[in-house]
């Protein structure tokens, strides 16, 4: 959570995956400027391959390694896998937020960790925190912002409301609460009120999906 809180006081759009298939969909559909793996052992991590196979497709990835080894071994394992940065837990904020911002400047890609995505005239740019329709700016509060980029991030698939609490408000166990729906309600009546087409649907007893209209194209990513 602190390191999280870390990327955001940078101005940074965090998107979380704990499964690796459901990072080998995520990467396939946007390019990050910055992947942070969070790894107990660098060089046995499996996605060194997907890594590996995006790179090769020339995808411009760059991976930060956070390691409960030390530094020393570890870090040249981390390194030698493909790594770029290397760090070893426990992490240091301060020293975490420098070495994120020195690598994004040094790869060039300073204006932030996500991409500005576009999805059948919805634009979401996470650096501005700025969100379009047809042309037409929607203001967004914080959180509202958090969840639409969310939603997008995961086009077409169906995100359960305790998957939404957990990535977007960081809560790790079930409460009983309705935030989820009452904000949704809100970002619909923004995103959706007035257009033919609808992007948010609901899909009962699960949760939510941000679907673009049959025909259209599928999200696009700018860096």
Known sequence: MKLQQALQELGVQTAISEDLEDLRLLL???????LIADLNHAAAWAGWSLVSDLREQGKRL????????RYGEEAAAAFEAGGNEYMAKPVHTGEFKCRVDNLMRLTGRRRGLSSL?????LVLDPTR???????????????EFDLLYYLAMHLGEVCPR?????????????PDTNVVDVYIRHIRLKVDKGHKNKLIHTV?????VLRAPEGAPHADTIL
């Not at 396939?28 to 910055?34: D, F, K, N, Q, T």
């Not at 925190?129 to 959180?143: A, S």
């Open 28 to 34: 396939s559909r946007v390019e990050p400027a910055l």
């Open 62 to 69: 760059t991976v930060m390694v956070l390691s409960d080894g």
């Open 117 to 121: 995505l576009k999805v059948d005239g």
């Open 129 to 143: 925190r700025l969100v379009q329709r047809d042309g037409t700016e929607l203001k967004m509060t914080p959180k």
């Open 162 to 174: 305790e998957e939404i609490l957990k990535q977007v408000w960081d809560y790790h166990f079930h």
């Open 204 to 208: 009962r007893g699960t949760g939510y």
